[in-house]
């Protein structure tokens, strides 16, 4: 018997418009720090662009704690893992340790094993945010001048940054869910098999989907 596929909204207009927003702000201003710090650049000009991408940044980011409370895929109890999700943690995380040689499991929305570090980075957006604001007080937070906590938590940024690229087109490559365009057009693909215990060896269940 062939295997049913089914294509399922998952992801909301606003969702994917403020991660796109996000996404395309914080590459200007990692990239915009950098050669401000690095390279024969007109400074004061790529400062003022920092600082004014970085004030629109912080509208979307506004937007998207909004998103946190109002029902839809950008709820914050979608990053928060269900019991049905923690068991394919372990699964994504062999996915990733093989680079994608092992299979790799489906899950509705969001990647359970990056659910908490998806909260995690809005939270340091959002202290990165604060601390941009403030970066020409004297503050020292935990030893910290204001510039630097500003440039840690941008590092953290950076690299979560990179690694989320490298992760989703891992997914899209590997997998049969169509990650990236999801984020693109909504919809994700899943497809159903017969298998003895459908709880252990699916990451969903397709009823719920179908109702969501």
Not at 9 to 31: D, E, N, P, Y
Not at 85 to 95: A, D, E, I, P
Not at 116 to 145: C, E, K, R, S
Request: aromatic share 14%; net charge positive.
């Amino acid at each position: 018997m062939p295997n049913d596929i089914y294509r399922v909204a998952v992801f909301s207009k606003a969702q994917r418009i403020t991660h796109w927003l996000i996404a395309a702000a914080t590459t200007f201003l990692l990239i915009s720090a950098w050669l401000v710090q690095h390279s024969d650049v007109d400074v004061i000009a790529w400062l003022d662009w920092h600082i004014m991408i970085g004030q629109s940044l912080s509208l979307v980011l506004a937007y998207r704690i909004y998103l946190l409370f109002v029902p839809g895929s950008g709820h914050w109890r979608l990053l928060v893992p269900t019991s049905e999700q923690r068991h394919v943690f372990t699964r994504t995380v062999k996915f990733y340790a093989s680079l994608g040689r092992l299979p790799c499991p489906d899950w509705y929305a969001f990647n359970p094993v990056w659910q908490p570090v998806y909260l995690l980075l809005i939270i340091v957006m959002i202290l990165t945010t604060v601390t941009g604001f403030l970066i020409g007080n004297y503050l020292f937070p935990a030893d910290f001048t204001m510039p630097q906590l500003h440039a840690v938590l941008a590092n953290f940024i950076l690299y979560f940054t990179l690694a989320h690229i490298f992760f989703a087109v891992l997914h899209d490559i590997k997998g049969g869910g169509a990650q990236v365009s999801a984020m693109l057009n909504g919809y994700k693909y899943f497809q159903t098999k017969e298998v003895e215990n459908p709880i252990k060896d699916n990451s969903v269940s397709l009823d719920s989907l179908l109702k969501k």
